[in-house]
Every structure is written in C-alpha cells, then in structure tokens.
C-alpha cells in the first residue's frame, strides 16, 4: 500500500466512524503536512445542525487551528469523496498543494448526494435560480469595502 493509499484509507476511516457515531453522512477527511495527518474531519451536518459541516470544511478547520494559520501552503487533503462545489470554495481559499480524492460525484450521486443542481444553478441568471438573488442596498454594502481599502493594519489573505 502507497502513503496516498493509507492517508486515503485514514480518510476513509473518518467517514466511517463518523457514520457509526451517527454524527452525518459517509464521507470524511484529512489534511497532511510533511507526511504527518495535522487535521481531521467527518461529516456533522445532521449532528450539528449545520448544512456546511462537510468533511472538508471541518478537516480545513481543524487543521488551520492546529496550525495557527488560516491557509494550507504544503498540505495536501485527502478526502473519501470528490468534494462538492461548497467544498471545492473552500479547499481553494485554503490553498493545499494537492487534493486527493477517492471516491468521485457519480458514486456520490448514486447514493443520493447529487451536487449536480448546484453546477446548473451557478451560470443562471440571479433571477432565474431557484433561489431567487436580487442586489440591494449596493451603496451601504460599499462602506466595509472602502474601510478595509484604507485599513492600514489588515492581514491580506
């Protein structure tokens, strides 16, 4: 067995265990830097009444605490399945090196988690998703903006 394959398996193992605590859905996560496992995570949407508590948000935000950063710069994830669209945002505003995956969105979808509806919503015009988005109050919504463009003590990211 590779190292890919046993960091998959570990993945692996986070879903399944999860499962068993019944704490949400089959899939789990893990986040390596330097060959060590520096973040973990399972699915707890059903548990903590939390629809963004997918394994790979919850692996990005152990591992970030336990690193004291909020980006992965020489981390690599490996999660038990192809990652959603939210997931997919938030591995990219981590910024891993890498991303493993074992399972992909077909096998996903066989067994009821179909992300497809969310790829055909996103090229549609706001008017016509199925949830409606409509801009409002633009010229409020602009002052954060012009105050972080001349906070002088801001930490980009």
């Known amino acids: 067995m ?3 394959e046993e960091f998959m398996s570990t993945a692996v193992k986070a879903a399944l265990q999860g499962m068993s605590n019944n704490e949400g859905g089959p899939f789990g996560c893990i986040i390596v830097k330097d060959g060590k496992v520096i973040g973990s995570g399972n699915n707890k949407v059903t548990s903590t009444n939390d629809p963004t508590a997918h394994a790979e948000v ?3 935000r152990d591992a970030c ?3 004291g950063s909020f980006q992965l710069d020489g981390c690599i994830i490996y999660t038990s399945c192809e990652p ?3 997931c997919l945002g938030a ?3 981590a910024r ?3 991303v ?3 399972s992909n969105q077909q096998d996903a979808a066989n067994i009821g988690f179909d992300d497809a509806f969310i790829y055909k919503e996103i090229p549609l015009p706001y008017e016509e998703r199925s949830i409606p988005f ?3 109050g633009r010229k409020i919504a602009l002052e954060p903006f012009e105050k972080w463009t001349e906070k002088q003590d801001k930490i980009k990211y």
């Open 58 to 60: 919850t692996a990005i």
């Open 96 to 98: 891993p090196d890498k």
């Open 134 to 136: 409509e801009q409002v």
């Open 65 to 67: 605490k336990n690193i």
């Open 100 to 102: 493993y995956y074992g």
């Open 84 to 86: 959603c669209p939210m």
């Open 91 to 93: 591995i990219y505003w």
């Open 2 to 4: 590779t190292n890919h």
